[in-house]
């Protein structure tokens, strides 16, 4: 969707605003958000495990060639491949969407990026866009599971849980083209949020690794649904995570469903937003049924609220 537009001889014979005028607006018929506005992006949130939203636009001249602004730039963070998507307004250009790690420090981070001409990769011009991440505090939560070999696994569970981590690293870092909807989500069920993203968890008393998700509640059986179109990249029953569902939706942005009741989808299986995938259920380690979604972006896990195109939830305390 946040791809180059099509070229043709008739369009490179306009001037390149023109050509971007007559692009946009053809475009826009199609109600395709090529370019995307201030609502089409997810919220910025500049701190660890949030989002930050970077202008490498045609304006920085030592950078960038602004004649050659129609080709989409390769940007990585911390060697992970970043989304970009068209810039709206007058002047044209690029924004890289940066996800940040939850274990991310404060300070200043950069993004590198690499110019690229329609004939390819212009190795000459890489550049480096320097932003802030702030400092940012999350509770702690502390759960009891009454199952001690979900906290403490025994010495066999080690090769199938290795096993899986892989399978869900290798996911994580899926990479294909944007999808062809819109870029924010809707929500995969509706229901309170019982434990928000990136808390300070402890099981049993025991640190574990921080919330990478959120949790919504919900009854067993409730459907669960794609929160935006995407590509089954992976599924299983997973040792800590239960039935699980890994959905790719382009540009690094992959989400993980959890502790489903029942799978209804299959790996390669492409799903429009809204289909169902499975349902809410309570397998893996869980304390009650709720729907368990992660989202990554650029390999790191972020707030999936920050990009739901409905956040009035964000009013509703956790419950448990
Ligand atoms: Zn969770």
Request: contains cysteine.
């Amino acid at each position: 969707m946040y791809g180059k537009p099509e070229s043709s001889d008739s369009m490179k014979r306009l001037k390149p605003l023109r050509r971007f005028r007559l692009t946009f607006w053809f475009f826009s018929c199609l109600q395709l958000p090529l370019y995307a506005t201030s609502a089409d992006l997810p919220l910025e949130h500049a701190a660890p495990g949030g989002i930050v939203i970077v202008p490498i636009n045609a304006g920085n001249a030592q950078t960038h060639d602004a004649q050659k602004d129609e080709v989409e730039p390769l940007v990585h963070f911390y060697g992970n491949r970043v989304m970009v998507v068209r810039s709206s307004g007058t002047t044209p250009g690029w924004l890289a969407v940066v996800g940040i790690a939850r274990s991310a420090k404060p300070g200043t981070h950069s993004i590198d990026i690499q110019w690229r001409t329609p004939a390819g990769l212009n190795k000459k011009k890489t550049s480096k866009q320097p932003f802030e991440v702030q400092n940012k505090s999350y509770p702690e939560q502390h759960i009891e599971i009454k199952n001690k070999r979900l906290v403490n696994p025994e010495k066999r569970d080690m090769s199938r849980i290795s096993q899986e981590y892989r399978e869900m690293k290798r996911a994580f870092v899926h990479w294909s083209p944007a999808g062809k909807d819109a870029l924010k989500m809707d929500w995969p069920v509706r229901g309170p949020i019982s434990s928000p993203f990136g808390l300070t968890r402890f099981f049993n008393q025991q640190p574990r690794l921080p919330h990478s998700g959120i949790d919504i509640a919900a009854t067993e059986g409730t459907p669960v649904k794609a929160p935006k179109s995407g590509r089954v990249v992976a599924t299983g029953h997973y040792f800590f995570n239960g039935n699980t569902v890994i959905l790719d939706h382009g540009q690094g942005l992959v989400s993980m469903f959890c502790h489903l009741e029942r799978i209804d989808v299959g790996v390669t299986q492409v799903i429009k937003r809204a289909e169902q995938l499975g349902t809410v259920g309570q397998t893996g380690r869980a304390t009650g049924p709720h729907l368990h979604w992660s989202l990554n972006l650029n390999n790191v896990r972020i707030d999936p609220m920050l990009f739901l195109s409905d956040t009035l939830q964000l009013i509703e305390q956790p419950t448990r």
